[in-house]
């Protein structure tokens, strides 16, 4: 069954280094997301893509962050000059409709 | 504004009792509802869809409109069963808005 990949598992970088976090989305999947979990607080929308554009940010993505899909098959969220706070867990997600997504595992993302 | 409410962050329930698993919602329009769950060490993975009205893993939710709701009911709980559960509400776009996630637990 096609899933939604993302890497790295985890990774660890210094408080205003950029970081560049990866997903290949499901491969006929057209929308793509990106969603942020930190430790014990809720699920929360980040960003969502469809032909090539931003369609809907929420307020936490800010200019630090950008999406790029570079090559047709892999999404990437760049978070520029970290911060302290930005250490969750982040997943990726695509869905071939705009009606229930299929979630990556998770890239973990510890800011020191 | 949107929310997903989900009323009890554990759950824990004996193997062949019932479950059921609340979500409240506050959405001005037609919602779309949905249950996804993450097992242990595992992706969030969708569970069910409010449209689709199908039954996975046993388990159902009916959306309620009058009462704001979509919970999650299993007549007869299953060790593997243990998991965390969240409702989640799809207000534009494919964008889901989250619940804060029930943790299940099923004792034998």
């Known amino acids: 069954e096609p899933e939604v990949t993302q890497t790295p598992s985890h990774q660890v970088t210094q408080m205003g280094q950029e970081v560049i976090l990866r997903c290949v989305p499901i491969?006929?999947?057209?929308?793509f997301y990106w969603y942020r979990q930190i430790l014990g607080q809720k699920v929360e929308f980040l960003v969502s893509f469809y032909n090539n554009e931003i369609s809907e940010k929420s307020e936490i993505f800010d200019d630090q962050f950008s999406v790029e899909r570079p090559d047709g098959s892999n999404f990437t969220l760049k978070i520029r000059s970290t911060k302290l706070e930005d250490s969750a867990m982040y997943f990726c997600?695509?869905?071939?409709?705009?009606?229930?997504?299929?979630f990556g595992q998770g890239t973990r993302l510890t800011v020191v | 504004a949107q929310r997903v409410t989900q009323p009890e962050k554990l759950l824990s329930v004996f193997k062949g009792a019932p479950v059921e698993l609340k979500c409240n919602y506050s959405y001005s329009g037609s919602p779309e509802l949905f249950w996804y769950v993450q097992y242990s060490r595992q992706r969030l993975q969708l569970l069910l869809r409010h449209i689709s009205r199908e039954s996975i893993k046993g388990f159902t939710a009916d959306l309620n409109k009058g009462e704001t709701s979509f919970h999650l009911k299993k007549p007869f709980a299953q060790e593997e069963d243990s998991a965390m559960y969240y409702c989640a509400l799809s207000p534009s776009w494919g964008k889901l808005q989250f619940g804060a996630g029930t943790q299940v637990v099923v004792t034998p």
């Open positions: 491969s006929n999947h057209l929308y």
């Open positions: 997600a695509s869905s071939e409709e705009t009606n229930g997504a299929f």
